[in-house]
């Protein structure tokens, strides 16, 4: 009981968080992915997923691929506050994945995207989720974002035309560190949201299926940008 006690003493208060309604977007390539909210049962999979790109430099996915996973080993652990997690697949195989944080009703805390099929735009499409998520169905105002590569800036801070928090007094510090922090409001997101969110509701019944047991990518080796060193 003694380790009991201390354990409660050691998890984060968490609140109940609205769960994500799960949606299917067609790729590029024709196919469906089914974007849907993770479960904790569901952490082997996900950590085995992005394991093996913690050596992969390209794109700085070696940070992004660290700090993912040592955020979804500890919401496994509650050791972390209000996180939430999303996935995208395709015939059950993991495409994507992003996690987040609340941080109280009326801001989120974006923390990481990654894309495991590169080329179809299926980063794009899940920080989407994860935004309408936020703001669309916790009802949230604003959301800080950071970016750890060119091409995250680019997709985020430029294509969404997100407010420098960072710059000015008193300055706006993302948690994961002193990168420039940039924040998407709810007026940013209901101007971009049409152009940047897809994805149709509700899904059917057998398609959702297909994303019911969670698969890894069979060989990082054959997808576009990942090449072991």
């Not at 003493?9 to 790729?27: E, F």
């Not at 080329?119 to 989407?128: E, I, N, P, T």
Request: one cysteine or more; hydrophobic letters at 40%; aromatic letters at 8%.
């Amino acid at each position: 009981m003694a380790i009991d006690d201390l354990e409660k003493k050691l998890r984060p208060p968490a609140d109940p968080l609205k769960p994500y309604p799960a949606k299917m977007i067609t790729l590029a390539n024709g196919k469906t992915m089914v974007v849907r909210e993770a479960s904790r049962e569901e952490v082997g999979v996900l950590l085995g997923t992005i394991y093996p790109l913690l050596g992969c430099p390209k794109d700085f996915y070696d940070i992004v691929a660290a700090r993912m996973y040592s955020e979804i080993l500890a919401w496994y652990r509650y050791r972390v506050a209000n996180e939430f997690v999303l996935v995208g697949a395709v015939d059950g195989v993991i495409a994507g994945i992003v996690n987040s944080r609340q941080v109280d009703p009326s801001l989120g805390m974006s923390l990481h995207t990654l894309a495991v099929d590169r080329g179809l735009r299926v980063g794009a499409q899940l920080f989407a989720a994860k935004m309408e998520h936020h703001i669309d169905v916790l009802g949230e105002d604003e959301v800080l974002v950071v970016a750890e590569s060119p091409i995250g800036f680019k997709r985020w801070m430029i294509e969404y035309e997100l407010e420098d928090r960072s710059a000015g007094y008193p300055a706006v510090r993302h948690e994961l560190g002193g990168v420039p922090t940039y924040a998407l409001t709810r007026t940013l997101w209901e101007k971009h949201r049409r152009n940047k969110c897809t994805g149709v509701r509700p899904v059917p019944p057998e398609i959702l299926a297909t994303a019911d047991k969670l698969r890894m990518p069979a060989e990082y080796c054959q997808l576009p940008g990942f090449r072991r060193e």
